[in-house]
């Protein structure tokens, strides 16, 4: 496996999280090649500079387009707000760079069909950062499914809750403007859907409702309409007579990171829930009935690959460990392993697909097909 | 307050618990008059005598019409299974007597229809058996939200599964058919409404959704079609801007008695689960953020009546216990007091007409008006 | 079985907890005859009088020696502060009554052995109001214990915590007094000590500590020196390899009925919190490792006598149901039954022994044989 | 800051943990010179290059007296078996090294005050890996002690569990002989007391028992006596009327990384598990009553230095983020910054001392002076 040279360009809250990824992957595998951190693209150029230091990157530049020029980069890390995402992206892609991008992938359905469409042309990985499959919990709760442990799915409640638009009094932000798309639907609604592709693939039809807790947000000026939803709720049609619920809401008062998962199937249930990521709850039917109840299983090593990281069962992983494990499955899938993953050809377009779909539902008041 | 003389049609798991309730009201609450335990009716004239002296009742009979003819009686508990609570329920109205019947009120709208009507001309007490909203957990949740601790209440989302329907080998039975009803609609879905319907009154719209885990049960002759479903969606818009869902299974391995409540507001957040009774969950928005966090609630004195059964904090309720407070409840409208309570025409109907309107919803595919 | 004629000493907390029991126990369990409530028992005769209404007895007396002389009554209930229980359980003993005292026996050891004595040479039954050992959790630890479901027990750790000691600004009271007993000790570890007899038998070796969190506590005139300890800690042996230990306190801020139980078996571990009785945790170390954890086992018609009360699972026993369990108890005793129970001379006397001893080793510093 | 020349002896488990905090703690912290990963030695020279090319170091021995000669190494993490650290962690200090070495600091007591002594006379900073104090939730139950918010601590309880010996049948090994020291005192009991002494300084008087759940342990030639105690229990006094206990145990089927803390203050009460190391446990008694109860804090940005590995709120640190925190602290340290830490010097003694002081009183059966 040849050691990478490696771009970043953007250095926020997952610009930073990339860059730790890509110092850690080989400490913790071992069995990947260094990666070489080359170069680091910010807006300013002293920022660049600064942020090339911390993270180790050996350049820093304040022009994106130069690395996408530049025929030594491998693989570019693009963590630049949504709006760049298609540009940037497709643009690598055109120069043969492997992609490693944030998601979501655009605002616009049109946007994302371009960026898949650019990385079916280019043959390269186009890998979106979608960390939260990535998580032992969850690769087990497939384990679990694809074993036949809880029998056959037919039910699946997804929620995911944050609070940071739960204030009221909060000012009127870009964040309720329409520009910045559907609300708590684009902001959340990937992660359940991302997950749902993982374990059981795109849904089929959808129906969906979106609310706003507050009509208006305070301003200089005075109030001011709110343009987006920040709760919405979609529920899902998969093959197989698999029926799912999503309910979001980015105004849940105390829930800080919640994604909690409800699978039924016909013989036992599973759960989960982001704020405790390191557990899953299983119930089975089996055994003496008066044993039975939901069994809160700690992440070990007996999970894979918790005990990459450390020997020492229910010892948890934390949030930066799983874009680790990404950056690893990115490795893996530019040397041609199979990995989980999710990129723009498979299954990123389609959750793109199904989040503009469950809008439409909304705005129409009936059920849709994807 | 006079003492009431009481008959009690049925002696099933309802039936029981209603006999308990009626024994142990004036021990628990003193401010009563003891009830005077008449006439017991069960459909044989053995079972009758048996439970009659089991249940502490002074005369048994198999002819319920016997009751509602007897002028002493006083009030009549229905626990009847439920396509003969509008027969009986209207000839005990029609009687003078006051009625306490179990829940739904009726398969049929019409027959709700009719109830309602009954109580409505009779002036009669027409108690509906909704049990869990007595509860001084649900009492704190509405005193929270009436004192405005939570802020404005915009979300609401409750989930109710058992796992009685879950086992996919369960030989077909009229609980899959359709005279049955729609299935987990009725059987669960009017809990969840008792619990909106105290909180925040009726719904004015509705959508819904109804599925099936398993399309077929086994029988003797073969697999046969099962005809109503074990799960079921709703999505439902109050006055005042609150929206919620209830989703709610029969077919939930592992749960027990799960009500998952969650109710966001402006301000905060409360939780609740219905198989740990005797807590709440609260978030307020309020002191050092660095300290916030949802804090579990222990039902104690604070929370009343909790502290007429036992003056011991954490020492916890039972289910049967709720039935007593229901008693009360009854023994108190009778009298004139004002009590939280769901009668014929006091949210009962309501109640009806949101669950038959959701089973349109779901068959139409779009929002239809309560 | 012969109806019972029953006489109630106290009406207080405890004394309201028996009358519950005893209006319940023929409803709940219809395989006994109804019980009759014959004179009730309070300091004043207008309060008797008013309680004897409230709680259904016949007669009303503020003379408890009218009890132990009247040749109709079959069983006391004793329920008065603990300095009264050996002056009436030995009268009424010795007068052939059955007796059921509230714990513990009696402050001294001497009269703990002067009830054991009565009851001994009486052969009336003389049961102890140990009513957590009747919780259905409780026996289905034991069964599980029995069972051999988690091998040899070699640990057990349980801690008892409640918190109406905690405020440092709590005026003085006689709860603090030497001549109130040795604090958390007398007032929580007879609990565990319930237990540990109930699983184990009884230890025969013990350490133990005590301490104050407050040196005073505040009086009309300035600080007054606590007497006794509102912490304890007792280590204890059992024959067959297995050891203990009991923490209590009763200054613990948040704890409300907190009995933390933990036990460690070869082959898996128990855990069980009174806070949420209705419910067992338990390891077992089967199956596949990775599908390992702690199960949540919710209290089910599978875990008598739980059935007997609601056939609905997970639907929770409450706090006076468990006395109508040891009410159930006493009746099948007096018939001669085999019941799990605790009594003057099976179990009560033990306990009592082992807190003195335990009070023994903190004062000496040292090991004590019970 | 100038950037550190890095030597790492082992790299087993926590070898591992130290390389990835070393290739992480400037991506991460950014305010510190990159350090320069030089020397990595490990038993034989074949694995020394195959993890120095993992880890990111630039040269690889087997020879660790080489590396204490090198003039060019700054700091070296020592963390091979316990018994080896006497030796290195001396000599590396006698040649002006830092040093981070691995807790405890030896088996034997003489040899931790000669590594004391070493410490002492070089000026060198010679820090413990006590990784879990370093756990932002640990500061912030520190900040809320410090603070008052629950009032004079007087109480502490702390269980630490695991299960790695609770298989009977698990063949013996050195891990049950003499010669590795008391079993959990050693292994789990120094966890609890460097959580003591970080929040209240250094216990004065110890009580102790160490039991053995099974006598023998299997082998080839049969069962085998084992020499010391899966299961350990220590009583502590500290100044100012605090009492604590410690309960351990490696032989408790279920639990794996349990440290379960609980501290009880006049006006409050703090709660913690390791198993859920992101969760604060906090009842304070004020507000109204009807609304107190236990809350759980989700660590976040608010409890630093959780936002430093992201600005998510409850989205969780790992357990090798903890070790970069606690790298950072050395790095400080060598800085001449003031740094939460336990060193050879301050408190990694006393703890030892400490440890040897329960061993003492467990087997003379009454309460040693630290």
Chains 1, 2, 3, 4 share one sequence.
């Not at 910045?180 to 374990?199: I, K, Q």
């Not at 460990?321 to 990115?330: G, P, Q």
């Amino acid at each position: 496996m040849k050691s990478l040279n490696v771009a970043l360009i953007g250095t926020g809250y997952m610009g930073k999280c990339h860059a730790i990824a890509w110092n850690a992957v080989k400490t913790v595998y071992g069995d990947v090649a260094r990666p070489m951190l080359a170069t680091l693209c910010e807006v300013s150029e002293d920022l660049a500079r600064e942020r090339a230091a911390a993270f180790g990157f050996a350049r820093a530049t304040s022009d994106w387009r130069s690395i996408v020029e530049d025929p030594a980069i491998d693989v570019v890390s693009i963590t630049t707000p949504n709006r760049f995402h298609a540009e940037m992206a497709i643009a690598a892609l055109d120069a043969g760079k492997h992609v490693w991008c944030e998601k979501p992938m655009a605002p616009s359905l049109d946007d994302a069909v371009r960026m898949q469409d650019a990385a079916a042309r280019s043959g390269r990985v186009a890998l979106l950062g979608y960390n939260y499959i990535q998580n032992p919990a969850v690769r087990h709760m497939k384990k679990i499914i694809d074993d036949g442990v809880i029998g056959a799915v037919h039910h699946v409640r997804i929620e995911m809750d944050e609070d940071f638009m739960a204030d009221a009094q909060a000012p009127m932000s870009w964040r309720s403007e329409k520009a910045s798309g559907y609300g708590a639907l684009d902001d959340f609604a990937v992660h359940p859907l991302s997950l749902l592709w993982t374990l059981f693939g795109g849904a089929t039809h959808v129906f969906g409702d979106m609310t706003r807790p507050y009509a208006t947000r305070p301003s200089p000026s005075g109030p001011i309409a709110v343009e987006n939803w920040d709760c919405a709720t979609a529920l899902l049609r998969f093959p197989g007579n698999i029926n799912a619920s999503i309910l979001v809401s980015r105004a849940a008062w105390g829930r800080k990171g919640r994604i909690a998962v409800q699978i039924f199937g016909s013989n036992g249930t599973l759960a989960f829930d982001q704020e405790r990521f390191n557990e899953v709850q299983l119930f089975v039917r089996d055994g003496a009935e008066e044993n039975q109840g939901f069994r809160t299983i700690l992440m070990a090593p007996a999970h894979q690959p918790y005990g990459i990281f450390t020997p020492g069962a229910g010892h948890q992983l934390g949030f930066n460990d799983l874009k680790t494990i990404e950056c690893r499955a990115l490795i893996g899938l530019i040397a041609g392993e199979q990995r989980l993953a999710i990129t723009f050809t498979d299954g990123g377009l389609q959750i793109e697909r199904t989040v503009h779909a469950i809008a439409r539902a909304a705005q129409e008041g009936h059920w849709v097909e994807v």
